[in-house]
């Protein structure tokens, strides 16, 4: 048997993708436009105050193409923390106009392939940092989820503790090419959803998405056991993004 890696838990997150009902959204009145935004924007004031008080981050987004309109992204210390979070946008008036399209539920996630001795990850900084990130301001995001594989021949979890380590360190030389360019977010999802991890990736180019992980397919541990689900982009929206994305006078 394999020696399962050991792993740090940090702050829960939840991935909101919802589209918007534009018809219905033009159907109301200028005045009920207005308050359902009103409303959205001193929810995100109170998430800005969770986030003063270092207890969560949250961020919106607009995600381009079919799969989405907007991103609520969450990161939380407890899962009830986001099932309230998710029953209060619910219960708003621009709530009625969205429908989700896809979430994500996950635990951001630190494993110690790669970890230094001697250092404690209670008190760490870094490490904590990490475990409970702030979304960055960069002007993009991509968010997909994925799997290591488990087939015949090509199963990542009866591959020895040396082997992976080995090749997570490589996986982590490719990622420190990209520092400063990207910011990663590795959350673990088995038991939460139905993918293994979500990988949240924060960059202002949209084409270091596409570098950083086209460079990685070719690196072992994506090329030979990892399998991808949906990729979703799109940008950070500010609060008077929001009103204007909105906007339809
Ligand atoms: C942006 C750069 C970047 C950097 C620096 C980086 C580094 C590292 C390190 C050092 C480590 C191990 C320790 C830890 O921190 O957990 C990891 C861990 C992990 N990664 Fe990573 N990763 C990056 C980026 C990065 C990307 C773009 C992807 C998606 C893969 C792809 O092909 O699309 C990814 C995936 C993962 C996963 C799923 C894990 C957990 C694997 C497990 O089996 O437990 N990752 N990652």
Known sequence: MSEAVHTLEGWFVHHDFRTIDWSSWKLLSPEDRQAAVDEVLSLAASWKETENQKQGSSGMF?????????????????????????????????????????SYVSVVELSNYVAS???????????????????????????????????????WYTLSMEERREMMRSHGLIGRKYAGKVTQVISGSVGLDDWEWGVTLFADDPVTFKKLIYEMRFDEVSAKYSEFGTFLVGNKLSEEAFRAYLDVE
């Open 117 to 155: 001795d001697n250092v404690d990850p209670e008190t760490d900084p870094y490490i904590q940092s990490r475990l409970k990130p702030i979304i960055p301001d960069n002007k993009n995001i991509c968010f997909y989820p994925m799997n290591k594989r488990r087939e015949a021949g090509q199963n």
């Open 62 to 102: 607009t995600i381009l193409g079919h799969k989405a309109d907007l991103l609520f992204l969450h990161f939380r210390p407890t899962l009830e923390e986001l099932i309230e979070l998710e029953a209060t946008f619910n219960k708003t008036k621009f709530a009625d106009v969205t429908l989700p399209s896809y």
